[in-house]
T-cell receptor
Framework: EAEVAQSPRYKITEKSQAVAFWCDPI?????LYWYRQILGQGPELLVQ????????DSQLPKDRFSAERLKGVDSTLKIQPAELGDSAMYLC?????????????FGPGTRLTVT | AQSVTQLGSHVSVSEGALVLLRCNYS??????LFWYVQYPNQGLQLLLK??????LVKGINGFEAEFKKSETSFHLTKPSAHMSDAAEYFC????????????FGDGTTLTVKP
């Protein structure tokens, strides 16, 4: 069964350092999402791509976060510089517009700890 | 704007007992509704979805949910809890008119006692 791949699974970094996460969606899925999930809360959308275009990045802290999906396939989320409050799980998900169901398939996530 | 409220951040049941996890939503348009399950240090897995077809939706692992428009609810149930059901459950609402942007509730942690 096709899955969303994410790496790394775990990342520990010091504050003020740069960190990057990678996501490879299910083949053929045009829509890709990055979420941040703080412990004890539900996922919060950071950015949504449709192919290589950003559809929604209203909740992305653009002074330190950036996201790209250059060829409309895999995607990278970067934080520079990292802050203590960025410690969270970062989830990637993908979906297809087929039937307009928007059912999302999630990757295993990257657990970020900023020290 | 759409929102989701999950009543009860923690629910505890005995093995074999009924599971009921509550979800209320607000949306300006007929929404799509989803329940996801998350095990520790893993991503979310879809349990079931409502997309304006039958109001009673059956999902995986014996779970089902009923869409009640008059109550703006989409509660998740399972007749008999199993130890393996212990996890965190998220309700989500998606606006089909806004590129499917989804809003998630804060989750309910289900504990199953032997």
């Amino acid at each position: 069964e096709a899955e969303v791949a994410q790496s790394p699974r775990y990342k520990i970094t010091e504050k003020s350092q740069a960190v990057a996460f990678w996501c490879d969606p299910i083949s053929g899925h045009a829509t890709l999402y990055w979420y941040r999930q703080i412990l004890g809360q539900g996922p919060e959308l950071l950015v949504q791509f449709q192919d290589e275009s950003v559809v929604d990045d209203s909740q992305l802290p653009k002074d330190r976060f950036s996201a790209e999906r250059l060829k409309g396939v895999d995607s990278t989320l970067k934080i520079q510089p990292a802050e203590l409050g960025d410690s969270a799980m970062y989830l990637c998900a993908s979906s297809t517009l087929a039937g307009l169901m928007y059912e999302q398939y999630f990757g295993p996530g990257t657990r970020l700890t900023v020290t | 704007a759409q929102s989701v409220t999950q009543l009860g951040s923690h629910v505890s049941v005995s093995e074999g007992a009924l599971v009921l996890l509550r979800c209320n939503y607000s949306s300006s348009v007929p929404p799509y509704l989803f329940w996801y399950v998350q095990y520790p240090n893993q991503g979310l897995q879809l349990l079931l979805k409502y997309t304006s077809a039958a109001t009673l939706v059956k999902g995986i692992n014996g779970f089902e949910a009923e869409f009640k428009k008059s109550e703006t609810s989409f509660h998740l149930t399972k007749p008999s809890a199993h130890m393996s059901d212990a996890a965190e459950y998220f309700c989500a609402v998606s606006d089909p008119g806004n590129a499917g942007k989804s809003t998630f509730g804060d989750g309910t942690t289900l504990t199953v006692k032997p």
